[in-house]
């Protein structure tokens, strides 16, 4: 079955970073697109990056672009979100999907706050 584990989350000072993992099994990993969403207490979930099989293509949201970048090792069926430049509105649990896949891990929770 189709399985994402996500970590790497953590509480950071507002400009801080963090880099998120997303370990993925069950499926064919190198042969599809994957992407990040969050979601904040309240909120409704939020699509924030993508990133095409070969990871030579991504997407990000308006809201993250130019500080956030994913990218994604296929031997280790992983992907990566780097986040630099963090606001307290990242403040989510941030999960990974297969677009294709109905299948979402437990996330990993991000707190950014002074």
């Known amino acids: 079955q189709v399985q994402l584990v996500e970590s790497g989350g953590g509480s950071v000072q507002p400009g801080g970073s963090l880099r998120l993992s997303c370990e993925a099994s069950?499926?064919?990993?190198?042969?599809?697109?994957m992407m990040w969403y969050r979601q904040a207490p309240g909120k409704e979930r939020e699509l924030v990056a993508t990133?095409?099989?070969?990871?030579?293509?991504?997407n990000y949201a308006d809201s993250v672009k130019g500080r956030f970048t994913i990218s994604r090792d296929n031997a280790k069926n992983t992907v990566y979100l780097q986040m630099d430049s963090l606001k307290p509105e990242d403040t989510a649990v941030y999960y990974c999907k297969a677009p294709v896949f109905n299948s979402w891990g437990q996330g990993t929770q991000v707190t950014v706050s002074s």
């Open positions: 069950g499926f064919t990993f190198s042969l599809y697109a």
């Open positions: 990133i095409r099989s070969t990871g030579g293509s991504t």
